[in-house]
């Protein structure tokens, strides 16, 4: 059974940081790609950021690009979201994924999802 399991979620101001981290109950959790995807009040899940198997590759959201930084640790089946300079439109939960494709793929939803962690930024 799969367990993806989001912590690292709270309040910030604007300008701020917060780290989002998942944890992966995955077997070959190393072979798969992992992601990050928000949804917003009365919006749409969208894709936020995403890292290949072996961490070598990342892709972001125009949205984020050069704010946020995802990482991954295979040993400890872990994946990471810095959030830097963060902007009240950034509010969400924000949701791990993993799929078994491509990272390309990803883009478009994952094929286990954990529950989500809400972050708030106040301005």
């Known amino acids: 059974q799969v367990h993806l399991v989001e912590s690292g979620g709270g309040l910030a101001q604007a300008g701020g940081s917060l780290t989002l981290s998942c944890a992966a109950s995955?077997?070959?959790?190393?072979?798969?790609?992992m992601g990050w995807f928000r949804r917003a009040p009365g919006k749409e899940r969208e894709f936020v950021a995403g890292?290949?198997?072996?961490?070598?590759?990342?892709a972001y959201a125009d949205s984020v690009k050069d704010r946020f930084t995802v990482s991954r640790d295979n040993a400890k089946n872990t994946v990471n979201l810095q959030m830097d300079a963060l902007k009240p439109e950034d509010s969400a939960v924000y949701y791990c994924?993993?799929?078994?494709?491509?990272?390309?793929?990803?883009?478009?939803?994952?094929?286990?999802w954990g529950q989500g962690t809400q972050v708030t930024v106040s301005s």
């Open positions: 994924a993993a799929a078994y494709g491509t990272l390309n793929g990803l883009k478009y939803g994952g094929d286990y």
């Open positions: 995955l077997r070959s959790f190393s072979v798969a790609v």
């Open positions: 890292i290949s198997r072996n961490g070598s590759t990342t």
